[in-house]
């Protein structure tokens, strides 16, 4: 029987290889809920070299991105922060900017989920450049692909004067 992650079905032996010994299974001697349900915390047992150690499971939503064009990407926060720092080519920002935008690039995902739009990240990515460093924000807007519209980029630059 193959096992593959999230696919096993058996309540004792669950293709969790044990980190002391790597033994290729071990046991699940306690399994209670946690964080208020939002995870569960599983304690193992190797048959092999007897060691206990404790897993835990929460659920991983399957996040798209929708695009303008009607297909969607998997959500990926790696992708956004690589994105922002390519399009600022360089420029050095204060620090923590780019974490800040990235966790509420990543509230407004998951408040969306399953799909948040690609212009709704976007929109926060070039809102939290706009606060912390106008040149940055410009670079942004002009390369990030969904304001490449000259329309939404002119509209962009209108909103500089405020
Ligand atoms: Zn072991």
Do not use: N, W
């Not at 096992?3 to 002391?20: N, V």
């Not at 790597?22 to 007897?50: F, L, M, N």
């Not at 990543?106 to 809102?127: C, F, M, T």
């Amino acid at each position: 029987m193959t096992l593959e992650p999230g696919m096993g079905d058996s309540t004792t032996l669950t293709g969790m290889r044990c980190p002391y010994c790597a033994a290729a299974d071990t046991r699940v001697i306690d399994s209670r809920p946690a964080e208020d349900g939002r995870e569960v915390r599983r304690r193992r047992v190797c048959p092999g070299c007897d060691h206990r150690f404790t897993t835990y499971e929460r659920a991983q939503l399957p996040l798209l991105v929708g695009k303008r064009d009607g297909t969607t990407d998997p959500f990926e926060l790696a992708k956004v922060r690589s994105g922002i720092e390519r399009a600022l080519g360089g420029r050095e920002i204060a620090p923590g900017v780019i974490d800040d935008i990235l966790e509420r690039v990543e509230a407004a995902a998951h408040d969306a989920a399953p799909q948040v739009a690609s212009e709704e990240i976007g929109r926060i990515v070039l809102d939290g450049l706009k606060q912390a460093d106008e040149v940055a924000y410009l670079r942004f807007a002009s390369v990030y692909k969904d304001f490449q519209a000259a329309q939404d980029f002119e509209k962009e630059m209108a909103t500089l004067d405020d």
